[in-house]
């Protein structure tokens, strides 16, 4: 595929837009972080270097404690193997994460009850949540289940919208007035309603939720693909097209789809903050993701039930607006770069 | 014209009639409604009545064939969805929204105690969405591409972002729980009853100052962007450079002739604030613990009261369905170019 120049000038036009350009490179950064989220937040080791042997347990399978000389045959606490290395001072070491905790791993300490609040020393650099899990590890691993959340989502229902839409636009008829009428009635049904009531039957997992929510979420994108592709029908390149002789499917992909790319493409940022939104607004009703997967909604709940657990509101708080602003910034300027409005200023 | 507003109300029967099955369908067929419910708590006494001594066959099942029956028919589960549906609209039709499963209450008088409330919130929020909005962007389109133009557009896209029951928790962990400047949440101190009319007064509107920047903060955007483009447009229209260009000021030509131009579209989505000004969010109802139809359609579906949750949803779907042909008809109101036929 070639990129056409006034596709370049789009770019170029998306680049000069500093602020929604710098919220991109932050979002685009943040996102491969947590894809690698393993390198920075894990209660496995990066390097265990013991008796010459040298072992890499981020991935893979789990490495009992035998394997280093202690004396059970579960995963080896590599927190405690690092204090002992040091102490027997015996020339094995081990590399732990910045953040050596899991989002699954209840840190219990005798003498303190958690919430704990932020500790450098503890390594818990945003304190625990309330069943004493640290609050990073559960952001950054919640941030990634939401992001692919939201990207699955996102193109399950464009997928779903721009074919229904492009039929709609582009046959019409009583295929269009029939549909009309379904999304009708079916964007004045609730939402979050139906949401809740079905998974309320089963407790859904990350690709059940995205089914439902792609059921009752179709319509808008629809609509907005019908729109466009209603009035590219109408213009004189599809007739010559048709002249030519080129078949339905031909006009639909080949002429009209490129054409109307623009304008999906300005919906995208705000599809994904939806899908951020929605998934934390059912975990905070406790609807969506089951628990013990990390979810930013879980936290905002814990944060709600426990005001003097401040840390928790705060940290989760704080990351959502970053990530949203940061969409928000993204999905403004692809809307100025790629459907611009020239504005007349009076001095 | 008049044919075609005729024909969008009619309209509203197939489409009401449509929503509404399908949620009575769905209620239908999601297990645990009133009569798992009512055996769950018969298992409960009878474990507890019994002690250790209940017999297996309780345990599994207290209630009999009859009463189950007996229960079913209560509920209008003995027939089939359709003739249940049927009855239901019935009398839905005669102004009878039913009896909650829940509290054994009748369904108008549980949503009619929770309208004001609603209504409360929603005429605030518009009138001060309205009020801060179309000054902000008329003040945004006319400073186009200032340091104030920028500097709040960074700040209604912040708000934008975040969804308003985040921003509720974030102020009351910050206003309420650390600095203690606010209430926590409910709508009225403890002591509401015994308050004199000015000391109501202050308790209500100190009670809701968070709840309605929580609802404030999304509507901002929408609105402000959406006065300060179209006003943009028509700055840069024709008629607009005419009347500047036969000497007027340039104040006279922005609020004599582009603003009323401007206007139009705020005109489109007033017909929908009939429906926002009873649903309410139940998530900021949520959060604030204020006792609201959201709150009320929320609760209801997580404990399955269906004639709960078949009312709300009757009531605020033909509310929308109403607003979008009264927004139709302010469009049409306002600009005498628009023809609906």
Redesign the interface.
């Known amino acids: 595929m070639s990129i056409s120049s006034l596709t370049i000038k789009k770019l170029k036009r998306f680049h000069a837009i500093k ?1 929604g350009y710098y919220a991109f490179v932050l979002l685009v950064a943040m996102i491969l972080a947590s894809l690698g989220a393993e390198l920075l937040v894990s209660n496995r080791a990066l390097i265990v270097h013991y008796q010459d042997n040298w072992y890499f347990p981020t991935y893979g399978d789990i490495i009992p404690g035998k394997a280093f000389g202690l004396d059970y045959d579960y995963e080896t606490n590599y927190r405690d193997l690092a204090d002992q290395f040091q102490s027997q001072n015996a020339g094995s070491w081990v590399l732990m994460p910045p953040v050596p905790y899991s989002p699954f791993e209840n840190d219990l300490r005798p003498d303190i009850l958690p919430p704990e609040p932020p500790s450098t020393q503890r390594r818990h650099y945003l304190g625990t949540d309330t069943s004493g899990r640290d609050v990073l590890a559960r952001l950054v691993y919640g941030f990634r289940i939401a992001i692919l959340f939201s990207l699955g989502l996102l193109m399950a229902t464009y997928a779903v919208g721009i074919s229904i839409g492009c039929a709609m636009g582009y046959y019409g008829g009583w295929f269009d007035i029939l549909l009309q ?1 379904i999304i ?2 079916w964007s ?3 939402f979050l ?2 949401v ?3 998974s ?2 089963a407790v859904p997992n990350f690709w059940w939720l995205i089914a439902i929510m792609v059921i009752f979420g179709w319509m808008g994108v629809t609509w907005t693909i019908r729109t466009v592709t209603y009035k590219e029908k109408e213009r004189d390149y599809v007739l010559a097209a048709k002249a030519l002789g080129a078949s339905d499917l031909r006009i639909i992909f080949r002429h009209i789809l490129p054409n109307t790319v623009s304008i999906i493409v300005t919906y995208i940022p705000f599809s994904i ?1 939806g899908g951020i ?1 929605a998934l ?2 059912l975990d ?2 406790g609807f969506g993701l089951p628990p013990p997967t990390p979810s930013w909604g879980e936290l ?1 709940q814990q ?2 039930a426990n ?2 657990a ?1 840390w928790i ?2 940290s989760v ?1 704080a990351a ?2 970053v990530t ?2 940061a ?3 993204v999905g ?1 300027a692809v809307r100025e770069a790629f459907d611009p ?1 020239m ?4 001095e | 014209m008049t044919a075609y507003f005729i024909r969008r109300f009619l309209l509203i029967v197939p489409t009401f009639l449509g929503i509404t099955i399908l949620i009575f369908v769905i209620t239908r067929f999601v297990p645990g409604g009133p009569i798992e419910r009512i055996i769950a708590q018969a298992q409960q006494q009878a474990l507890e009545g019994g002690g250790t001594a209940v017999s297996e066959t309780v345990q599994r099942q207290p209630l009999s064939d009859d009463q189950i029956d007996l229960l079913k028919k209560y509920y209008g589960f003995d027939k089939p969805v359709l003739v249940s549906y049927v009855t239901w609209l019935g009398k839905l039709v005669r102004g009878d929204l039913g009896i909650s499963t829940r509290y054994y209450d009748p369904v108008w008088e549980m949503i009619r105690e929770r309208i004001p409330i609603s209504l409360y919130f929603g005429l605030l929020t518009l009138i001060a969405t309205y009020g801060v909005c179309i000054p902000l962007g008329i003040a945004k389109a006319i400073r186009h591409k200032s340091a104030f133009d920028d500097a709040s557009s960074v700040l209604v896209f912040v708000g934008y972002a975040i969804p308003g029951w985040v921003a509720g928790i974030l102020m009351i962990l910050v206003f309420s729980s650390h600095w203690e400047l606010f209430p926590l949440g409910e709508l009225v101190g403890e002591n509401f009853e015994t308050m004199s009319l000015w000391e109501k007064a202050l308790d209500l509107a100190w009670h809701s100052m968070l709840p309605l920047m929580a609802y404030l903060i999304g509507a901002f955007s929408f609105m402000t962007f959406l006065m300060k483009n179209t006003l943009m447009d028509n700055l840069a229209a024709d008629y607009v450079r005419t009347a500047m260009a036969k000497g007027l000021t340039f104040r006279r030509a922005v609020f004599g002739h582009a603003l009323r131009n401007s206007l139009i579209p705020i005109a489109t989505t007033f017909g929908n604030n009939i429906s926002v000004i009873l649903s309410g969010s139940f998530l900021v109802e949520k959060v604030f613990n204020i006792d609201g139809m959201g709150l009320l359609g929320y609760e209801s579906v997580v404990e399955r009261d269906y004639p709960v949750v078949m009312g709300v949803l009757a009531i605020s779907s033909m509310l929308f369905l109403v607003g979008n042909i009264l927004s139709d008809m302010c469009v049409a109101a306002v600009d005498p170019r628009v023809k609906f036929e």
């Open positions: 602020r009428r009708e009635i004045t049904v609730p309603y139906v809740i009531i079905i309320s039957i903050s939104v934390t607004s905070y009703l905002l944060a709600w005001f003097s401040w509101g705060f708080i959502m607006v949203l602003v969409v928000t910034f403004e409005k504005h007349t200023v009076y």
